[in-house]
């Protein structure tokens, strides 16, 4: 009579490990992916002794006894108030604004970001709230988007090299910018962005999502999940970097998704949560989800989702909603369709005009 070649407490060692391995490739994706929310949550406030400050999109720090903020959206809101009896005026800079931008302080006077994409501000010891105006005429405006660059420095400066010298408002990039997640690479793609004469908005890809160093991006960039309106229109980031989106992320989008008064809605994420062909590995990892996200965003009047991480660029519609998958923006491409060093070019103006521009 053959023997089981595995004793009863074998079994149970593989079932227990089978069960972490689940945990593993579950559990824990969906903790990181909450996790980064809440640090983005963190980098827009920043709390001391004597005061508070905060921005409704992006990311705020100390910089030689200087306060700097650095916007995710055209028309940030900017905070600092006083949590002591102390009589310290606030002084610093708001970065990353297209230029042209006013800021208006509460006593109605204003000053303008300059082609250096900032303004300096000042804001006497009592604080208070700093409004943002875009410059008029940019209620239709292009855009650019670009994925997967993939630390690819000549493809970024053909890149830059390209946006500068077109009227555009600002740059979305769907995060993988980086290869390994190395904090080398994640200064080169800041270095890089800040060649841009635009603002640099972005989310994370699945390569900055691998190790901690994604804390970097956060803290310089901003929120991985985040939405501003502009022009009619409403753009919302959403981090789905592990495959699909976190409880935190989820929750949020569906509550703003309640709230949307625009007609216009625009989704911009890594991974997009359906394929036009039968290969799972390009988007999110449980076909459910995906499914259910598409369905809520169609019911929900979103119009466009725009999606990297798949090294091609392919353009379909799914549920009402129309998909933009391009991932053309440094790392190595598909071959099958052709579509080479790319970024999209878009057109808010009417109705959404997109082109594919070579980076070759």
């Not at 650095?70 to 028309?75: D, F, K, V």
């Not at 077109?166 to 080398?184: H, K």
């Not at 901690?212 to 956060?218: F, L, N, Q, S």
């Amino acid at each position: 009579m053959r023997r089981n070649r595995f004793s009863t407490c074998d079994l149970a060692l593989i079932s227990t490990f089978a069960l972490t391995l689940t945990w593993l490739l579950s559990g824990c994706w969906i903790s990181g992916a909450d996790e980064r929310f809440l640090r983005g949550e963190e980098a827009r406030r920043l709390v001391r002794d004597n005061y508070e400050a905060w921005i409704s999109a992006g990311s705020v720090r100390e910089e030689n006894g200087a306060l700097v903020f650095r916007a995710s959206e055209p028309e940030p809101v900017i905070q600092v108030l006083p949590r002591d009896n102390s009589f310290s005026n606030y002084t610093g800079r708001i970065e990353n604004l297209i230029p042209g931008t006013q800021l208006i302080y509460p006593d109605g006077s204003t000053n303008t970001a300059g082609r250096d994409l900032r303004a300096d501000f000042y804001l006497p010891s009592g604080g208070g709230i700093i409004n943002t105006r875009v410059p008029d005429g940019e209620n239709s405006f292009l855009f650019a988007v670009i994925s997967d660059n993939h630390n690819n420095q000549k493809v970024f400066e053909n890149f830059i090299e390209d946006v500068n010298g077109r009227e555009i408002a600002f740059v979305i990039s769907l995060g993988d910018f980086t290869v390994f997640d190395g904090s080398q690479e994640i200064e080169n793609a800041i270095k890089w962005s800040s060649e841009l004469k635009v603002p640099f908005y972005t989310t994370l890809g699945n390569h900055e999502s691998y190790g901690k160093d994604w804390e970097m991006v956060i803290d310089h960039f901003g929120a991985s999940s985040y939405s501003f309106s502009l022009a009619g229109s409403r753009f919302v980031f959403l981090d789905s970097a592990n495959y699909g989106l976190g409880k935190e992320t989820r929750d949020w989008f569906l509550d703003l998704l309640g709230a949307v008064t625009e007609k216009n809605i625009m989704v911009f994420t890594h991974v997009s949560p359906v394929e036009d062909i039968d290969n799972r590995v390009l988007a999110f990892k449980d076909q459910k989800e995906g499914l259910e996200l598409i369905s809520v965003m169609s019911q929900a009047g979103v119009n466009y989702l725009f999606a990297g991480h798949a090294h091609s660029y392919r353009h379909f519609k799914f549920g009402g909603v129309e998909i933009y998958v391009s991932g053309g923006g440094g790392g190595s491409t598909e071959k099958m369709n052709g579509a080479g060093y790319h970024y999209l070019l878009v057109n808010l103006a009417g109705e959404l005009q997109v082109r594919r521009i070579s980076l070759e």
